[in-house]
């Protein structure tokens, strides 16, 4: 009987990850996991991105077939230690896995046929040189990833590798041809003939390098080229409920600037930004009304209804957090936590604007932010969320504030008072809903990887003589 590894170690800012949480994720979430793990594997195998908590060992993700789809799973590379108590056996080497799915012939009449119509199609445009079909069935991974199906180079845009895929391709062989074609500046596209309604995996881990793209040289593809005289391919968008409506493009439509591979238009970044933004959509125009505010007014405590119904909707321990702070203090938690959330935001705002703006107490002008969190800082009430104000400052580009020796003082001595809240704690889980750029290790990571992390989130090596 198989164990499942339970909790995987991944590097920071990621940290552990549950395999409960790994099963939550949305597809495009654990996919980008899945890719990542692969690169890391092909361009640093000493340094794994992810470990099994026991063992130690590196580990992947797996996607097991199952009535309801694919389901992630943390499983061990083949070279893992086989006493730990989740490992589950030996895998399937690259070589053998190969040789398993082609059965000793890696290329077809279609296959071949497509290769050699794209390259003829690629040889009509006059800007094309260096046109090549290799058969790419070579001794070792290494060497085939390094000659793809079809090769040209097109003046003005570059240079591009063409991987006709009809069988599943392999996680592996994927990483192990981005990482190649990436280093020497070559925009690789996987090319498809057809999609099915039920993905295998390998076609969905091209599409995750896509960035939610798939290519295709169908029959409607083939038609454009005859008629434009130049290549053409059928495109596929992802949408939230499928594909949109396919598009013919040609090479001169195609993204490349992202340096990880080409699309027609990113479908992931935007999404995954657009998640991060929404939990502070109803929080923007309320702060914008006016500042300092007094939330012990029960007209501004009011006036902020909407941003906690919004925070709530998200993070539903909110209402017991409030009766039970009701029970331990004797006062109402809403307007303490929209205090504790604008300490939180006037940082997010002074990090984005670079100039210090608070929405709590009454400071202005340079020095204003630290001023604010001093004060706030020595309050009884306020002790217990200097782990979360300092993690919130080393998250953004006012991270230099933490050299502030006035600043570094308030927080030792909170933390000497009081027992700091910590992940998994309700004020913790909104900030981590409200700043996932920050908070949220796993979201974090991704935008990082592509290159997308907010300006204000990126933490800033200035030291606090040179702020000063």
């Known amino acids: 009987m198989q164990r499942t590894i339970e909790i995987a170690d991944f590097e920071l800012p990621r940290g552990a990850i549950t395999i409960e949480q790994l099963m939550g994720m949305e597809n495009a979430a654990w996919e980008h996991l899945r890719a990542e793990i692969n690169l890391r594997r092909k361009s640093a195998p000493d340094q794994p991105l ?19 789809g694919l389901m992630p ?11 730990c108590p989740w490992y589950s056996g030996i895998n399937l080497i690259p070589d053998d896995a190969r040789a398993a799915q082609y059965k000793g012939h890696q290329e077809c009449a279609l296959h071949r046929w497509m290769c050699d119509t794209i390259a003829h199609f690629l040889g009509q445009d006059p800007r094309a040189s260096g046109i090549a079909v290799d058969h790419y069935l070579k001794p070792a991974i290494e060497d085939r990833g390094r000659f793809p199906d079809v090769f040209a180079q097109i003046a003005g845009l570059g240079k591009f590798a063409f991987e006709v895929q009809l069988a599943k391709p392999f996680a592996f062989e994927i990483a192990a041809r981005h990482q190649h074609y990436r280093s020497e500046d070559v925009a690789l596209i996987w090319v498809f003939r057809n999609l099915d309604a039920q993905l295998p995996q390998g076609f969905r881990d091209v599409i995750t390098m896509q960035r939610g793209n798939a290519f295709l040289f169908d029959d409607a593809a083939f038609r454009a080229s005859v008629d434009s005289g130049r290549l053409m391919l059928t495109a596929y968008l992802e949408s939230e409920k499928g594909w949109l409506k396919p598009r013919l493009v040609s090479l001169d439509d195609l993204d490349r600037r992202n340096g990880r591979s080409v699309f027609v238009e990113d479908r992931r970044t935007d999404k995954l930004l657009d998640y991060c933004k929404a939990g502070r959509v109803k929080w923007l125009p309320l702060l914008e009304a006016g500042a300092p505010f007094d939330f012990d007014d029960r007209k501004v405590e009011d006036s902020f209804g909407p941003a906690w119904d919004s925070i709530r909707a998200f993070i539903s321990q909110l209402s017991g957090w409030k009766d039970s702070w009701w029970r331990q203090f004797e006062t109402r938690g809403r307007p303490h936590f929209f205090d504790v959330m604008s300490m939180l935001f006037s ?17 202005k002008n340079d020095g ?15 002790m217990r969320y200097a782990d979360l104000i300092e993690t919130m400052l080393a998250g953004t580009s006012r991270s230099y504030e933490l050299d502030r020796p006035s600043l570094r003082t308030a927080l030792a001595n909170a933390r000497q008072q009081v027992q700091q809240i910590a992940p998994g704690h309700p004020l913790w889980a909104s900030a981590g809903r ?14 990082t990887d592509l290159g997308q992390l907010p300006t204000w989130a990126i933490a800033s090596k200035i030291s606090t003589s040179e702020a000063t």
């Open 50 to 68: 992810a470990r099994c908590r026991l063992c130690k060992c590196p580990v992947y993700i797996r996607a097991q077939s199952t009535r309801d």
């Open 73 to 83: 799973l943390f499983a061990h590379f083949s070279d893992a230690d086989p006493h």
């Open 347 to 363: 940082i997010q705002s002074s990090a984005e604007t670079g100039s210090d703006r608070v929405f709590v107490t009454r400071y």
């Open 368 to 382: 204003a932010l630290v001023a604010m969190l001093n004060a706030r800082l020595s309050g009884a009430m306020n």
């Open 434 to 447: 409200l700043f996932p750029e920050v908070f949220d290790g796993v979201r974090r990571a991704e935008l």
